[in-house]
């Protein structure tokens, strides 16, 4: 099995930044890809980012290219998300995912590990 607990998530005001923190615990070796997700009250949860874990290669959604950039530290386990320029509308509780698929899906259907959330208010 693998464990993952987000954290940085916080309140911050319209045009701030936050860094998001993913670490991923357990079963590591299984992990081939890590995926940021977000779900607002009332919507969908929907795909933010997501990373290769060897190579780095990454994939983002169209709402958030150019202001978030998703990173990973293979030494400790972690995935992050560096969120710049926050909008209201980026007001969600965010995920953190890992498969074992080599694949970027978009898809939260896909990725078989999930974390808690962590919850990301922006003002406006």
């Known amino acids: 099995q693998v464990q993952l607990v987000e954290s940085g998530g916080g309140l911050v005001q319209g045009g701030g930044s936050l860094k998001l923190s993913c670490s991923a615990s357990?079963?590591?070796?299984?992990?081939?890809?890590m995926g940021w997700f977000r779900q607002a009250p009332e919507k969908e949860r929907e795909f933010v980012a997501a990373i290769t874990w060897s190579g780095g290669s990454t994939r983002y959604a169209d709402s958030v290219k150019g202001r978030f950039t998703i990173s990973r530290d293979n030494a400790k386990n972690t995935v992050y998300l560096q969120m710049n320029s926050l909008k209201p509308e980026d007001t969600a509780v965010y995920y953190c995912?890992?498969?074992?698929?080599?694949?970027?899906?978009?898809?939260?259907?896909?990725?078989?590990?999930w974390g808690q959330g962590t919850q990301v208010t922006v003002s406006s």
């Open positions: 357990g079963r590591t070796s299984r992990i081939n890809i």
């Open positions: 995912a890992a498969d074992p698929s080599y694949a970027l899906f978009t898809d939260q259907i896909q990725y078989d590990y």
